[in-house]
T-cell receptor
């Protein structure tokens, strides 16, 4: 079975540009999570969805960040405009409501210069 | 206050020996779950093992076991018979179930290096 798919795997962009990260959860999973990993702050939740509805976006840093889940098999995380401090690895994870484990994608390494 | 504390930034172990990675947590919830994830140098996060707060027995998954001491609020990961492929970062995480919130809170991680 396919795991969580993220694209792109690497993204290098200039400050001020718009960045869109994409995620396809495991088929049938009803929860989708976006996490960010940095050296300074470790792994932290940005937002999560249940049945395509945003449930908790308390970790979204500021209005420059937005996330959508238009259907059960696709989610995007958008940063506009991007800043150097947004450089991090962004993980998408999914889980099935009645189970406990969250399964992570390979991550997108974002570098903003 | 940190909810998950991993006090060992780095650990070394000889191949084939057992190693314990420490994790303590802080919560006032009665219902919660504890997780361990492995992050190899390639960067992906791999789910290893889960322990629920009401589980009476320690969780085991192959060579991984979780030494759960509820009164001490500790959830240490034990890896038996270490292999070179176990070299990675290991993260302890918690989910507080009583709020219904599904997000995981992670510790800062322990880097394990297995030596031949």
């Amino acid at each position: 079975d396919a795991g969580v798919i993220q694209s792109p795997r690497h993204e290098v962009t200039e400050m001020g540009q718009e960045v869109t990260l994409r995620c396809k959860p495991i088929s049938g999973h009803d929860y989708l999570f976006w996490y960010r990993q940095t050296m300074m702050r470790g792994l932290e939740l940005l937002i999560y969805f249940n049945n395509n509805v945003p449930i908790d976006d308390s970790g979204m840093p500021e209005d420059r960040f937005s996330a959508k889940m238009p259907n059960a098999s696709f989610s995007t995380l958008k940063i506009q405009p991007s800043e150097p401090r947004d450089s991090a690895v962004y993980f998408c994870a999914s889980s099935l409501g009645r189970t406990v484990a969250q399964y992570f994608g390979p991550g997108t390494r974002l570098t903003v210069t | 206050a940190q909810k998950i504390t991993q006090t060992q930034p780095g650990m070394f172990v000889q191949e084939k020996e057992a190693v314990t990675l420490d994790c303590t947590y802080d919560t006032s919830d009665q219902s919660y779950g504890l997780f361990w994830y492995k992050q190899p140098s390639s960067g992906e996060m791999i789910f290893l093992i889960y322990q629920g707060s009401y589980d009476e027995q320690n969780a085991t998954e192959g060579r991984y076991s979780l030494n759960f001491q509820k009164a001490r609020k500790s959830a240490n990961l034990v890896i038996s018979a270490s292999q070179l492929g176990d070299s990675a970062m290991y993260f302890c995480a918690m989910r507080e179930a009583s709020t219904g919130r599904r997000a995981l809170t992670f510790g800062s991680g322990t880097r394990l290096q297995v030596q031949p």
